[in-house]
């Protein structure tokens, strides 16, 4: 009985994940490709269009700490 009440609780944290990952992609770029995205290739994805947005705004890359 435990045991699947723990097996329930995991599948819906990782529907909540999958629903964010897919909302996620909404907001990048289209790729080419066609296809959808993997969860890494859409956090690769996420971390080089906020990067290009900063860069975009002048403030840099997001490795570097804003100057005083």
Same mark, same amino acid.
């Given at each position: 009985?435990r045991?699947? $009440? $723990? ?6 944290? /990782?529907?909540?994940?999958?629903? $964010? !990952? ?5 907001? &990048?770029?289209? /790729?080419?490709? *066609?296809?959808? %995205?993997?969860? !890494?290739?859409? %956090?690769? /994805? $996420? ?5 290009? &947005?900063?860069?975009? &705004? *002048?403030? *840099? ?7 005083k």
């Amino acid at each position: 009985m435990r045991r699947s $009440a $723990a097996n329930e609780r995991e599948r819906r944290r /990782m529907n909540t994940l999958n629903v $964010a !990952y897919d909302k996620l992609r909404t907001v &990048l770029p289209e /790729m080419d490709s *066609g296809r959808r %995205l993997s969860k !890494y290739e859409t %956090l690769q /994805m $996420a971390q080089q269009y906020i990067a290009c &947005l900063m860069e975009i &705004l *002048g403030e *840099g890359s997001p490795k570097q700490s804003p100057q005083k």
